[in-house]
Structures are given as C-alpha cells and as structure tokens.
C-alpha cells in the first residue's frame, strides 16, 4: 500500500518551525509494511493544500493529512479536502456534543469556529481525538480505490489518531522488521564499506555517529544480519535502542558509582548539559567548569600560565590540565575536557577550524586526543560533545 503524506502550516514553508510529524507517520507507515512515496509540506492555503492532495491522490492509494483541523481562520484542512474530492462536510452531532460539555465545564461558550472541529466529510469514518477537539476522518473512495486520512498537527493528537487509521486501513501488523545500531568513531563511508555485502541496510549520518537501521521481513535473517554487524562493529556501538550517549554513558557511571566533572572551552557547557539531560544524573554528575577564558582556566582549573603562553589555549597540554584540573577541584572519580576552534573563524594552518584537543581523567591515567572536525560551528561542538562522552563510555565499559 502505497502513501502520500502532506504536512500543512506555514510555519514550515517559512522555516520559522521543523517539521517532524512526517518523521512519525512514514515510520509507523514503514513498520507496518506500507510505503511512503512522497511528502509534502503546504503552507496554509486552501489552494495548495488541495494541489498537494491531488499529487498525493494521484500517485498513492492512501493520502494522509496532518494539521489545519483546528479553530482559526488558518485551518483550511477540511475544506481543502472537500473540495478536492468533491464531497460536502457535515457536523458529526456526537462529536459537536462532547465538544460543547467540555467547553461547557470549562464555563466556555461554543463559536462558529470551534464547531468547524466537529466537521467531516460525508460518508467518512471519524477518528476520535485522545487529547484536544478537533476530529480526525478517514475517507474511502470506492470508486478509485484511494483514501484519504485526515489528523491534527499537534504531535500528542496525531500519533495515536494516525495509529487508529493504520489499523483500520489492514496496517495492522509489524511486517518489516527494523533493527538499529547506533555507532560512533568512523564516518559513513566507513561504515558502509565494512557492511557492504549486507543487504537492506540504511545508514544516516550526523554529528552524534552513524545510525544503522537494519531491514528484513524475516526475523531469522534479520537477527543474522545483527549478529554480524555486532562482530564487525565491535566497540563502535554505542547502543542498539533509540537512546542518546548521554544516557548510555550515565547507566554505566550509576551502575559503577564513580563521580564525573567536565572542563569546557569550545563546547561551553554543552557536555555537562547532555549529561544532566538525563534523569537521575544528580547521583553521578557534580559539575562542570567553562573555562572558555585563559583567565579562568589559569585561576579556576589550574593550567599554567607559560604552557598556554607556549602552546597556546588549543592545545594537548592545555587539555591535559583541565581534565586533572577540574577533576581535583570537583573531587570525582573521572573527567572531561575540551578546547578547540569550532569556528568559522580562528583558524590558522597549523591549528585549522575543527581541531580539538579532548582530555579524559581517572585516578589511574590521564589521556588527550586529538581531533579534527568538519562542518558548521554547532555541528562540531556537538560532534566534540559526543566524542568526549564516548571517552567516558570506552574507558568504563
């Protein structure tokens, strides 16, 4: 079964929000078995979404719509798609009566516009909405053989609604096995080549690693393909569950009851945030010093005047006394640090744009490495965040 999916809000179209509801439905889509040949992204006009809906109707058998089922004068979703397929919208009565008492229980009256929540196409079967007010529809076009499936934009709205359309549609069970591995420490050319005689693989590529989603409708075959990536791989998984390093790296610090701080220049703060992004981290995380001056890694951390002076402040040395420097001052069992140039400027071409010195810590060594990272500036301070908390993962696994 073939899908069209069409995001609307001009909010995308002008890139003032991400668009990631389409993330969802072509996943569930693709589990289940379905195929997802396009996506498209309308602004709030009537006229293009109802161009969209008619790419989609002509070139998939299920069209699904997410946004402009809401109150205002923007939400031309139903309208859109009366008109494209020729078919009037009428009040579903029970609905426009369970909208009117929770209103009413909130001392609300009902307007024009909040009815319009209760409207459907003729002949469609509703999709009760969980959370807010607006109705979601399913409509089957006999005489083509086509539907279209209509849900709100708000995320925690449309995942169990487009979940009911699935099963309704005969999208019911998981026919496409996935597997995924999260990796980190060779880019995707890598990778690819040291997996290339494995079929039905995908592989994405980022600043936190490569994900590989490993594909197969058996799940014989599938857990053969996992066992070889496994030995191929080695080390270079992280992870083989929709779970960030953060994460990972926390599970292995509770489990061991060690202590860890950070020492940032570059990444200013941001491995110590990842760390507390986790719940619980208050048991293993005691701090972190950004140490983005001289002036504070010389009067806080410790380093040595003369060895910036001498090697400057992107150095091995530098690093080196920071991870020592706030591991002493925070009194913890391991930690990390960081300096380098994350750009665009700063570079020279001895110390280009992306080189980072990255320091690890423990009681019984102290380790720098160095690093040189492509891409704009947030991507490599991230990409440095993750390889400084892949340290902590390799030296406690």
């Known amino acids: 079964m073939r899908f069209f999916i069409v995001i609307t809000g001009t909010e995308f179209t002008t890139g003032l929000k991400q668009e990631k509801n389409s993330l969802y439905i072509s996943k569930e889509v693709f589990k289940r078995g379905g195929e997802v040949i396009g996506i498209h992204i309308a602004p709030d006009d009537i ?25 205002t004068e923007d939400d031309m979703t139903r309208n859109a798609i009366s008109e494209a397929i020729g078919v009037p919208l009428i009040f579903d009565e029970e609905w426009l009566r369970t909208i009117k008492n929770t209103l009413k229980e909130q ?41 279209i499936v209509a849900v709100p934009g708000v995320p925690s709205e449309m995942k169990p609604m487009v979940l009911k359309a699935l099963d309704y549609l005969g999208l019911k069970e998981q026919e496409k096995r996935v597997h995924l591995f999260r990796t980190f420490g060779k880019p995707e050319a890598e990778i690819n080549d040291i997996l290339s005689d494995i079929e039905d693989i995908v592989l994405n590529s980022s600043p936190k690693g490569v994900d590989i989603f490993v594909l197969d409708k058996n799940e014989f075959f599938l857990e053969n393909k996992v066992k070889v990536i496994r030995e191929r791989l080695g080390e270079l998984i992280y992870t083989e569950e929709e779970k960030e390093m953060e994460e990972i790296v ?31 981290a208050s048991e293993y995380m005691m701090g972190g010093v950004v140490s983005y001056s001289n002036q504070v890694k010389v009067n806080t951390l410790g380093v040595k005047k003369e060895d910036i002076e001498r090697y400057g402040a992107v150095s091995e040395p530098v690093a080196k006394q920071m991870a020592e420097g706030v591991k002493t001052l925070l009194k913890t069992d391991i930690s990390v640090s960081d300096t380098g140039i994350a750009g665009p400027t700063g570079g020279t071409k001895e110390k280009p744009v992306g080189l980072h010195y990255i320091g690890y810590s423990d009681r019984k060594k102290t380790e720098v490495h160095r690093v ?4 704009e500036r947030n991507d490599i301070r991230l990409a440095v965040s993750q390889y400084a908390l892949n340290l902590i993962r390799l030296n406690l696994r």
């Open 47 to 71: 006229y293009q979404i109802q161009y969209a809906i008619k790419i989609g109707m002509d070139k998939s058998d299920v069209v699904i719509v997410s946004g402009g089922l809401g109150p």
């Open 107 to 147: 001392g609300r009256e009902i307007t024009e516009n909040i009815k319009k929540m209760a409207k459907l196409p003729y002949g469609a079967r509703k999709i009760e909405n969980p959370v807010g007010k607006a109705l979601g529809f399913i409509k089957v076009l006999d005489d083509v053989k086509k539907a």
């Open 250 to 280: 926390g599970n292995i610090l509770k489990e061991k009851g060690l202590t860890v701080s950070t020492a940032e220049s570059s990444t200013g703060g941001l491995i110590a945030t990842r760390i507390v992004n986790v719940p619980g």
């Open 372 to 375: 040189v990272f492509k891409g």
